[in-house]
T-cell receptor, first 111, second 113 residues
Framework: QQQVKQSPQSLIVQKGGISIINCAYENTAFDYFPWYQQFPGKGPALLIAIRPDVSEKKEGRFTISFNKSAKQFSLHIMDSQPGDSATYFC??????????FGTGTRLKVLA | SAVISQKPSRDICQRGTSLTIQCQVDSQVTMMFWYRQQPGQSLTLIATANQGSEATYESGFVIDKFPISRPNLTFSTLTVSNMSPEDSSIYLCSTNGAYNEQFFGPGTRLTVL
């Protein structure tokens, strides 16, 4: 119930391509879904977040798509760049500050 | 967003010893959180620390092993006690923003020999 399942575990994309990372959850009480980007040796940095009252949120090259009925949400990175190479974590919380994190996706963008 | 610093950034410790990690925030915050990130793994919440009250620990984490202090609204410490190699991890502190978001420090990379 408290798990957030993230896929794929790793992803290789050509420069300029679209990177897509998916997450699924079970707990319908979750009401906040952030994505974090983590570079080696650094702490996770908040990238973009969405609440279930909208189906999509876009910030620059990063878009979250949210499907409430399927209990799934995904991160799309348009025009992927080598500088986007990092580990990405989805997360979910339910009205509190307690986050449940996905298992992470290691993205490599080839130049 | 809050700016969070941690000390030390990394350490190598001997089995059976203890290490105290410091977390400093550049503004007053209500809640601070401590996470563990084992090598190549996701983040697991250890405990939530509110100023003026005892920390709330998640299942699998106990105060004797991970004592936490929260003396004021900008500072917290996490101690990893009686360390074993299984404690080798990155330890992260975070704090909350105004809209449920969390901001993380750079982490403390701990290696236990």
């Amino acid at each position: 119930q408290q798990q957030v399942k993230q896929s794929p575990q790793s992803l290789i994309v050509q420069k300029g391509g679209i990177s897509i990372i998916n997450c699924a959850y079970e707990n319908t009480a979750f009401d906040y879904f952030p994505w974090y980007q983590q570079f080696p040796g650094k702490g996770p940095a908040l990238l973009i977040a969405i609440r279930p009252d909208v189906s999509e949120k876009k910030e620059g090259r990063f878009t979250i798509s949210f499907n409430k009925s399927a209990k799934q949400f995904s991160l799309h990175i348009m025009d992927s760049q080598p500088g986007d190479s990092a580990t990405y974590f989805c997360a979910a919380s339910s009205g509190t500050y307690k986050y449940i994190f996905g298992t992470g996706t290691r993205l490599k963008v080839l130049a | 967003s809050a700016v969070i610093s941690q000390k030390p950034s990394r350490d190598i410790c001997q089995r059976g010893t203890s290490l105290t990690i410091q977390c400093q925030v550049d503004s007053q915050v209500t809640m601070m959180f401590w996470y563990r990130q084992q090598p190549g793994q996701s983040l697991t919440l250890i405990a939530t620390a509110n100023q003026g009250s005892e920390a709330t620990y998640e299942s699998g984490f106990v105060i004797d092993k991970f004592p936490i202090s929260r003396p004021n609204l900008t500072f917290s410490t996490l101690t990893v006690s009686n360390m074993s190699p299984e404690d080798s991890s990155i330890y992260l502190c975070s704090t909350n923003g105004a809209y449920n978001e969390q901001f993380f420090g750079p982490g403390t990379r701990l290696t236990v020999l």
